[in-house]
C-alpha cells in the first residue's frame, strides 16, 4: 500500500521495483522483467516483448542466434540504465530424433516409406474410420497405447514386419536418441529473428540506444547477412519524434505568419518570437532538475508552452508599439511597457501554472505522463515570463516599428 512505502524507505515505484530486482536476483532458472498490465500490452503489442526494448538479432542459424544474442545481452548489460535485460530462450525442448537407417533398411527388404507408415501410425495416430452421432461425426484414430510409445526404449521395440514376414525391431533400422532442439522459432519478413529484451531505467530511452549501438557495433562481430533491428518504445519514440521533427517547424511557421499578418511588421514577429527560446530553456532545465528524460509528453508540453510564451510576447510588445505612437521615446516606452505590462503577463503566466499544479504534483497512475508535460510548460513558463519583462523590453530598441514623423498642418503652422 502507498502509504507504508515511506515507513518500508520506500520514495517512489522505483524504488520498489529496485528492491525486488535485488530480491530475485541470482535465483537460478529465474529472470526478471518488471512491468505494468497497460504497458505489457503495448509492449507486446509493438514488438512482441514484454520490456520497452527490443533488439532483433535476424540471421538462419539458430545456434548462431543464440550465441550473437548473448553476446548482445551481455554488451547491453554494461550500459548504464539498462534493467531486466534477456535473451528470448529459443532453445531448449528436448525432442526425440528418429533418424533412419538406409543400408539396414534395405537390407531386411524395405523401403523408407514402410518404416515411416509404422512410425506415423504407432506413435502418430492415423484416422482409421468415423463414428456418427446423430447429425455429428467423429474421427476415430487409432496408435499404440500409452506405454508402448512414450520412452524412446519403447519406441525402439516396435516391430516392423519385412517382406518375408520378419518382424525387426525399430531400434534396428533407425537410431534414435533425445536430443535438445528449438522450442519456437520466429519469423519477421520470412527471416528468422531472436530478440534481446531491456527495460531502460533512470535515462531516456534515445540515448541508451545511442549508447548501445556504439558498444554493439564495437564488441559484437555479425557475420554477413546478419544485422540488428531496434524495437519497441524506442520505435514509438523515434516515429513520434520523426512527426514532431514535422509539426514543430510548422507550429513555429504559422504562429510567425500570424504575428506578421497582425503586426505587419517581421521585426515585430521576429520579436515575440524570441520567447520561444527564453521559454525552451526553463523547461529543459526543469526536465533536468526533477530528473525527467526528453519523452514525447515532454515534446508536447513544449509545443503548449510556446503558444503560452507567444501570448505574453504579444501582450507586451502591442502595448509598447501603443506607447511608442503615443509620442514616448524608445527608451521610456520600453521601461514604462514593462512596468505596465508586468501584472497582465504574471496574471498569463500564473493562470497556466496553477491549473498545471495537479498534474506536476500527481502520484497516482497516469502520472508518469502528465509529470514531464506539466513540468516543461511550468519551468518555461517562469523563466519565459522573467526574461520577457527583462530581454523583450531591451531587444526592442532595435526591432520597434518606428512611427513616421508627423507632418505639421497648416493650421498648425
Known sequence: PRSQWETLGYASQDDIAAAVREKLSGLPGILVSMTQPIQLT??????????ELAVKLFGNDL???VRKANQIAAVLRTIPGAADVQAAQIT?????????????????GMNLGRVQQVIKTAVGGVEAGQIFKGVRRFDIFVRYKKGARTTAAAIGEILIEAPDGQRVPLAQLAEIKTVVGPRQIKRENTQRFITVQANVVGRDIGSFVAAA?????????????Y????GGQFELAQAANARLAVV???TVALIFLLLFASFNSIKNAFLILLNIPLALVGGVVALWISGQALSV???????ALFGVAVLNGVVLVSYLNQLLRAGLSIDDASIQGACLRLRPVLMTASVAILGLMPLLFATGAGSEVQRPLATVVVGGLVTSTILTLLVLPALYKWLAIRPEPRTATSAEK
Request: no cysteine; aromatic share 8%.
Open 42 to 51: 503495448v509492449d507486446e503489442l509493438v514488438s512482441g516483448v514484454k520490456a
Open 213 to 225: 549501438q556504439s558498444a554493439l557495433d564495437q564488441q559484437v562481430d555479425l557475420p554477413p547477412g
Open 297 to 303: 509528453p515532454a515534446s508536447v508540453g513544449f509545443i
Open 227 to 230: 544485422y540488428v533491428d531496434w
Open 248 to 250: 514543430v517547424p510548422l
Open 92 to 108: 531448449g525442448t528436448p525432442q526425440l530424433l528418429i533418424r533412419p537407417d538406409r543400408e539396414a533398411i534395405a537390407r531386411y
Open 63 to 65: 545456434g548462431l542466434l
